[in-house]
């Protein structure tokens, strides 16, 4: 079994913030996977499914970004899991926006989610980093992630949560690598190479 948590902060003022796609991202893989409907449970919302033959439980926390700890002890606890059974996702602005990257364990670097929920359960745990971008200034980095994603951004924000959707159960079956490889070519498709011209073939034998 395995526990997706997605960090944000909870209520419809918060809903589009740089800092809630966590939650946009585990909102699309219990829509696009039909899992059970969310139920408070664990100072949040919990909802439970199938990926990749095994049962997963989404928990949202509603305590608030910086105290998400405490809804992902209480879950981890009463289901007796091991940290390495915990995966979050989260924004990331030391990544591009767009950009996503699997990391176990390490420092929380600044993001309060991530430093609430190591001090409850240690550092163990596997993190999804969604890559939301620097403001390039450190006095509006709150302002950054507090703010909704600008009207330009919506194009590639609903590209990648769809992504991260469709590609939930390789994660889950701990295929991490082909999770990245899989949401990279999400976001930048390759090139579409034209075929070969049989008539062009057909002009140049006629020279030769």
């Known amino acids: 079994m395995r526990l997706l948590v997605g ?16 939650f946009m991202a585990v909102e699309e893989i219990v829509r696009r996977h039909s899992f059970a409907p969310f139920r408070a449970k664990f100072q949040g ?32 606890a009463f289901y007796k899991m091991p940290l ?15 950009k996503v990257r699997i990391k176990t364990g390490g420092g929380h670097a600044g993001h309060n989610g991530i430093r609430s929920i190591q001090s409850h359960i ?16 450190k006095e509006k980095v709150v302002g950054h992630v507090l703010n909704d994603f ?15 959707g469709d590609q939930a159960a390789r994660i889950v079956s701990g295929d991490d690598s082909g999770f990245m490889s899989k949401i990279a070519l999400a976001m930048n498709p390759e090139p579409v190479k034209p075929s070969p011209d049989p008539q062009a073939n057909n002009t140049k034998n006629k020279e030769q």
């Open 84 to 98: 390495e059974d915990i995966i979050v996702f989260h924004d990331e602005m030391d990544l591009a926006a767009g």
């Open 45 to 76: 919302v919990l909802c439970e499914g199938q990926l990749a033959g095994q049962k997963v439980l989404v928990l949202k926390p509603a305590t608030y970004m910086n105290e998400s700890g405490r809804a992902v002890h209480a879950a981890m």
């Open 7 to 22: 960090l944000g902060n909870p209520g419809p003022d918060y809903a589009r913030n740089r800092h809630n796609i966590g």
């Open 122 to 137: 240690g550092a163990g745990f596997k993190r999804v980093r969604i890559g939301v971008g620097h403001p390039g200034n």
């Open 150 to 164: 600008a009207k330009a951004d919506q194009p590639w924000v609903d590209k990648l949560v769809a992504a991260i």
